[in-house]
């Protein structure tokens, strides 16, 4: 029963992201193209996820009761399966149609994997300390007082008497948003989430391995991709003890990497816009979210100022910006918090404020890349990555997603050698997540490496 | 392929002397017989809960730093049960926990050349009751002998499977790391593994193999490692039925107590309720504690704070809008109030038991 609901959810998004996509196509005048299957129904149902988080945000803002609100997702529902359905007949001749089905020897391998892991997961209640006191206590707490009801902290909690605590009130509300419409309608929510999470991994499998396909990866490589994904000991972990929002982080941030190589080859609206809600999505479901948001947008800008013909006089200019900017010289205050970067404090809006000071990580940082399991030896690949990324010349959407995920691994080696982050580090708890939410993306770069290397022969010249 | 076999059963000693006595520590074992005792060719340890069994070393016939491993052969062991090997040396202590697995080898360092350092030495066989509420105090290990010996009177790759076995059991942690950071078992097959996939990719990029070879090799290394990975998983899932039988949904015992003590407290808040009915806010007074956390989790129907400091909520509460919940020892504030300085006399008690208390201010 709780499988089949699990499903009924799936669909619930499903219908949600695809509706939303046809909106979008239908006010850009664009086209309707479906890809192959799996691509189709992976970008809808992550853009349900992302169309309701923001659609839950929205009706968060209304006074509104537990029936009100079921008619309005009934109706945004119906109106979102006539919309599909008139789409589709009235411009059927229009249709752009590959029904590719993904190989059905590779689907089954997700399946399986998926499978394996729900055997062991679906008997375990919520165990996560920070799900049933944050993410998941968040929604029940929404069911039991009501959707609009503000969350604070301790002090804020003093003095708002209609508010509620969490001492996490400031963690974004997406992932508890996921789990709130399960909640409000059956005992069982946990557990029905627990389907959706395995589904959107699944789909997450199938969509890195159908992108090594189109880049001439073979069925083998695929398969041992699929496998390191699945097989991956903190992966299977979130994937196993489900609440955390970090497995999400890590689906989007693959999502949003294969979605920019998509719109580079396809150059579509659609797809910009895709993955611009995928961006978008990141800081609704973490707070290290507006982190990777920045840091995307930052590769992305010094990618294409990179292929600009005066890219040396920009490199000096910006140097000496950066050099002004880190001796005090230069700073930024805005509404919405101080930009500033020193020797003394690091202050990025009102993300990060902590002083600047020196802790050795370096134990735990290897314990947590190396010694802990056998993810280790997919690190030893991250070298070779480096390298290929100076050595070897790559499309423009994957120097993006190269400089991305470099500028994020040592962005988060800043924070954990230099600031206050270090504690958390030296637990080995938050390092261990921020490395889970890169893996996926790392395991895509580094199989997409690998194909040129599956491609050699000895007759070559090099590899 | 023959470079993965040097790198798996590569020894760091090249010595392989059987010469060397091992020290069976069944006869200096100390511990209550009704606990402990010899039948079907095995050893029984009952367990319940901890099991101490002391070693006398006086009596040991060998110098006990002449043995750098521990061996326990048809180790029956269970999921929910761990032994740790401990010792003090010049007042510090030492704990190694032994491998789960059926011929379990642990080498043994004891931090000392000097025999006589070496004080408490014992065996502790813990009940590990984190998670689930189905644990039995009838549990027993068994096995056949447990020694001490030497690293090279063992086969390299019997104690590399006994490393690489070892099953890590769930925990309430694990969703931050597979494997403890104290007991990283599987160190010592990253390096082997690590070793041949470099040596391959060395060869790879000097001597121009066939691209597919070497992505064999990191198919083999990673399904190699992966082995040892989804075997603990699959043993978890017997560890993981008998901890959440009958879809329970109780963490473990702890949450079981404070799920009762919430539904007290909820009892006698509702009562609370019809005397007091503009008050809607309830502060919660302790620490972050597992159960402190579980028990708000199970008041979560009521608008409820907590509050590591017992004096700041009464103190910053400037109205009579809030109910005190103390619990446990802080009942003792209840109790007696006037002893307290900073209750001031200027809190009602409304309710107080053995097992929590609820205050306002006056």
Redesign the interface.
Known sequence: MIVLLGLAYIIYFLVLGAGFRQTVNLLIKNKWILETKTEFVSHAFFQGVFFHVLLFNTLQLFNWSVITILIIIILILVAAILLIAWHASSISSQLSFKWLSPPTALFSLACACALLIY??GH???????DS??VWE?RA??WV??GLNTDIHD?DE??LN?QS??N?AANYPDGLSLIYYLPMLLSNDGFAITYVVNLFAFTLISMLMVQRLAKNNGTT??QA?AM??LF?T??I???L??Q??ADIWMAMYIMLLLLTLVDCKESKRIDTGIALICYLFILPMLKLEGWIWLLLFAVAYVLVNLWQHKKKYWITAFTLIFAFLFASNVINFHFPFGDLVINQQRIVIFNLIDTPIQFQNITD?LL??F?????W???W?GLP?LMVTFLTQRHDQAYKVAQTFFISALLCFLFLFYFTEASKWALD??AI??LILQLTPCYLFLLFNM?I???????E?K?? | MLALAICLVYSGTNSYDKSNNSLPLIPYLKVEPKFFFYSDNHYHAAVPGQLRLNINTEKLPHDLTHFDALIITDYIYKQNIQITLNWRVKDHVYQRTLNQNTHSINPIDFQTKNVDEIEDLHLMINSLPE?GINHSFQDQISFKSIHLGRLENQSQMATNLSHWNHFTP?K?S??????N?SN?H??SL?YR??SW??IS?LM??LF?????H??LT??M???F??F???SS?LK??DQ??HA?SN?????NAVDQDSLRLADLITAQLNQLSKQFPTIS?YVLVGS?S?FK??LK?HL??F?????FDKENPLN??RDK?FIFIAVKQQVRYCNYPARFDWLDNSVEVLHVDEDFCLLRKK
């Open positions: 055997w062991n008997m375990l209640p919520n165990i996560a300390w049933w006191a206590g029940q707490q039991l007082h301790w909690w003093l008497h509620i605590y001492h083998y490589l041992f496998i390191a097989t000991p903190m299977n972990n979130h196993m003890i609440g955390y735990q314990t947590s190396l010694w802990q399991n056998n280790s030896i997919i030893l070779f080995l708890t261990n997540r690998l040129k290397v599956e491609h050699f022969h000895p070559q090099g590899p | 998670l769930l309430l694990a969703i931050n790391g597979y494997t950071s990283l599987l160190k990253i593994l690590g996939v470099i990719t790879f990029l121009k193999i066939d691209g597919k070497l992505l990191f198919f290394a990673w399904m490692s992966s040892f990975f989804v998983r978890q899932h993981i039925k959440f879809e329970q949904k109780l963490i806010r972050n597992f956390l579980r989790h979560r129907h608008n409820l704070a907590i509050h910053s509460s809008e």
